[in-house]
């Protein structure tokens, strides 16, 4: 997730998605995914304390903020490059199985927030534009909750 002072994703030059101050999630998944995941990585989005309080100090999570969350599917986040010069894509989930955990995601995020979530196009060759705000960038996975 990045903290944005704006952001959007297009899909053949039309805006398909895009906020204001807010996050950037970008989500991807492995074939072992679950409900539980789901839920604990949404969580943690929405409270997240990344947003700047009264006196300056990260402090407030997007929720307290009153910021958006823009979401957009990204399977090459779970790219290896040990071997080679080609990245594999065997950790990530097929999109028969990533499609119904990401809209799962996106709704259990909206939950969260009291607002829509609004998305890019699954599988589609998306351009993302963003305003990051800091930087902040964290990486977020529910299989090492730190």
């Known amino acids: 997730m990045q903290r944005v002072r704006a952001a959007s994703v297009a899909v053949d030059g039309k805006i398909c998605g895009e906020i204001g101050a807010g996050l950037l999630v970008l989500a991807g998944?492995?074939?072992?995914d679950g409900d539980s995941d789901l839920d604990w990585t949404a969580g943690k989005i929405v409270r997240t304390r990344i947003?700047?309080?009264?006196?300056?100090t990260m402090n407030r999570s997007?929720?307290?903020?009153?910021g958006d969350i823009l979401a957009v599917s990204q399977f090459t986040l779970y790219a290896s490059v040990k071997k080679g010069n080609r990245p594999s894509w065997s950790r990530a989930a097929r999109g028969e199985v990533s499609r119904p955990l990401f809209e799962r995601f996106v709704a259990k995020l909206a939950a969260e927030l009291g607002k829509p979530v609004p998305t890019g196009v699954f599988g589609a060759d998306m351009q993302v534009q963003l305003v990051n705000d800091g930087p902040v960038t964290l990486s977020?996975?529910?299989r090492e909750p730190e």
Request: aromatic fraction near 12%; hydrophobic fraction near 45%; avoid cysteine.
């Open 51 to 56: 947003f700047a309080d009264d006196n300056g």
């Open 29 to 32: 998944f492995e074939e072992a």
């Open 140 to 142: 977020i996975d529910s």
């Open 62 to 66: 997007v929720l307290e903020a009153g």
